[in-house]
């Protein structure tokens, strides 16, 4: 429709064989498939997934490379752990991490999350918390009962922007809480507050 000034982001939803509806969409460039019935997680990482997409596709603007500048001088040489069972949140938060010059490990549950921080000595972790096999909150907690873990910065990272979830974050010995979808300016910010001072990294 040549009245359209910019194609809308489709999502298409079924509910029957995935497959089935890729094949019969043949060419058609759709964003997602959401197949039912719905529940609000799937429908959460439906549209992360589509919008993320989207951010790791546009080009860097005059102001992402000021906050990069900045966040560089302050973050250069960082180590830290990336708790993320979505492949695309994944993919997005490394990207915008290794832009300051972090170093970025990821685990994509909880299980493995405590297995990582045993071996290796992480500046911080940025921990999801709706995850399979072990969740974020149950993770931190964990991570906190074992002393030498005390004073290492454990951020949360969830769309859950309401004033209880933020405290059932705290409750479970996070330092801080990080919105997604994920805003660089944001997550570089709140990193600097948490992390040791750019003297202590090592490269």
Request: with cysteine; glycine share 6%; net charge negative.
């Amino acid at each position: 429709d040549t009245r359209i000034g910019a194609t809308p982001v489709f999502v298409m939803v079924t509910a029957y064989s995935r497959d089935e509806l890729l094949e019969r969409l043949g060419n058609l460039p759709v964003a997602g498939v959401l197949v039912k019935p719905v529940t609000p997680s799937t429908l959460l990482d439906s549209i992360l997934n589509t919008f993320g997409q989207q951010a790791l596709a546009r080009p860097r603007k005059k102001e992402l490379l000021a906050e990069v500048h900045d966040a560089r001088q302050a973050l250069q040489g960082a180590y830290l752990l990336l708790v993320e069972d979505n492949q695309v949140n994944q993919e997005m938060t490394v990207e915008i991490l290794a832009r300051a010059g972090i170093r970025v490990d990821v685990a994509s549950n909880g299980a493995e999350a405590l297995s990582m921080v045993a071996k290796t000595a992480y500046d911080g972790v940025l921990m999801d918390c709706q995850m399979p096999v072990m969740d974020g909150f149950e993770a931190t907690r964990r991570i906190r009962a074992q002393a030498h873990f005390a004073q290492l910065p454990i951020l949360a990272m969830t769309a859950n922007a309401f004033g209880e979830d933020r405290q059932r974050c705290l409750d479970a010995g996070m330092n801080d809480h990080i919105a997604k979808p994920v805003d660089p300016q944001n997550l570089y910010s709140v990193l600097i507050k948490w992390l040791p001072t750019p003297s202590v990294f090592c490269l």
